[in-house]
T-cell receptor, first 114, second 111 residues
Framework: GAVVSQHPSWVICKSGTSVKIECRSLDFQATTMFWYRQFPKQSLMLMAT?????????EQGVEKDKFLINHASLTLSTLTVTSAHPEDSSFYIC??????????FGPGTRLTVT | TQLLEQSPQFLSIQEGENLTVYCNSSSVFSSLQWYRQEPGEGPVLLVT?????EVKKLKRLTFQFGDARKDSSLHITAAQPGDTGLYLC???????????FGQGTTLQVKP
């Protein structure tokens, strides 16, 4: 149980275009989901906290107008990278919280912006 | 800003050796979690420690949470090549679910 999926697993897009990444909790309902970014050979950095039915809370330094987060249901959160640039190329990982102090991570989405 | 310092960042040892990875912070965390991450995949939870002084064992892995809930360690006994990977500690902020990750420790166990 407690499986989290992400789609797509990898995506290549051209500079200036937008990309949407989906995060789904497959066998449980998650009121809270989190989005992380991981650059090569670095650790995970929290980008934002997504709560179902409300606006996401962004960490300091993360542009909310560039990284649009929507949490429309208890099993789905989406991250849209708008007007992507090469520096946005990264590994984006979501996690879903089953209960406090218990969250499960998706397999990640590799974004490459050319 | 809460920080979690993880050390060492890279460790290369021979099969059968023991090792310890440390995570330290000046901040108190409501829980501390250890993950293992394979290349191109998301982190997989190994253990969560919640109580100060708590010790948990998972086969050859021993996890300890500091008394003040500011630090933690992961000890691996008789490391195997299958233990090779990236180990991450993450502290939870004030029961919010928000995790602050350490820099990670890349472990290489040579046969």
């Amino acid at each position: 149980g407690a499986v989290v999926s992400q789609h797509p697993s990898w995506v290549i897009c051209k500079s200036g275009t937008s990309v949407k990444i989906e995060c789904r909790s497959l066998d449980f309902q998650a009121t809270t989901m989190f989005w992380y970014r991981q650059f090569p050979k670095q650790s995970l950095m929290l980008m934002a906290t997504s709560n179902e039915g409300s606006k996401a809370t962004y960490e300091q330094g993360v542009e909310k107008d560039k990284f649009l987060i929507n949490h429309a249901s208890l099993t789905l959160s989406t991250l849209t990278v708008t007007s992507a640039h090469p520096e946005d190329s990264s590994f984006y990982i979501c996690s879903a919280s089953l209960q406090v102090s218990e969250q499960y991570f998706g397999p990640g989405t590799r974004l490459t912006v050319t | 800003t809460q920080l979690l310092e993880q050390s060492p960042q890279f460790l290369s040892i021979q099969e059968g050796e023991n090792l310890t990875v440390y995570c330290n912070s000046s901040s108190v965390f409501s829980s501390l979690q250890w993950y293992r991450q394979e290349p191109g995949e998301g982190p997989v939870l190994l253990v969560t420690v919640v109580t100060g002084g708590e010790v948990k064992k998972l086969k050859r892995l021993t996890f300890q949470f500091g008394d003040a809930r500011k630090d933690s360690s992961l000890h691996i006994t008789a490391a195997q090549p299958g233990d090779t990977g990236l180990y991450l500690c993450a502290g939870e902020v004030s029961n919010t679910g928000k995790l602050i990750f350490g820099q990670g420790t890349t472990l290489q166990v040579k046969p």
